[in-house]
């Protein structure tokens, strides 16, 4: 059975930086493909990042140049790096895997339950 594992988030002010990891019961490089998904309450859970097992990662509009995901093997994590945070980023932060799919037009079959990430003053 898959476990993923979120860890890192917390109350931080505008433009301040987080960074969240996700730890996996077996190799995060065994997916094809890890993301990070967000949802704030009453609305849509949305895409924030992913990567493939090739590397390849895509962003949301709203966290490009600001976010930032990636694997590392000696702790067989999948990490996001949240620099310049906004209000508007406050969500509960998912960490996602999928066997199969590379494209992200949806979500791959394996969740973890969620950290909480709050900005605000």
């Known amino acids: 059975q898959v476990q993923l594992v979120e860890s890192g988030g917390g109350l931080v002010q505008p433009e301040g930086s987080l960074r969240l990891s996700c730890a996996a019961s077996?190799?995060?490089?065994?997916?094809?493909?890890m993301a990070w998904y967000r949802q704030a309450p009453g609305k849509q859970r949305e895409l924030v990042a992913g990567?493939?097992?090739?590397?390849?990662?895509t962003y949301a509009g709203s966290v490009k140049g600001r976010f930032t995901i990636s694997r590392d093997k000696s702790k067989n994590t999948v990490d996001l790096q949240m620099n310049f945070l906004k209000p508007e980023d406050t969500a509960r932060y998912y960490c996602?895997?999928?066997?199969?799919?590379?494209?992200?037009?949806?979500?791959?079959?394996?969740w973890g339950a969620g950290t909480q990430v709050t900005v605000s003053s």
């Open positions: 996602n895997a999928a066997l199969l799919t590379t494209s992200f037009a949806s979500p791959g079959s394996y």
């Open positions: 077996r190799s995060v490089f065994s997916f094809a493909s």
């Open positions: 990567i493939t097992r090739d590397d390849s990662t």
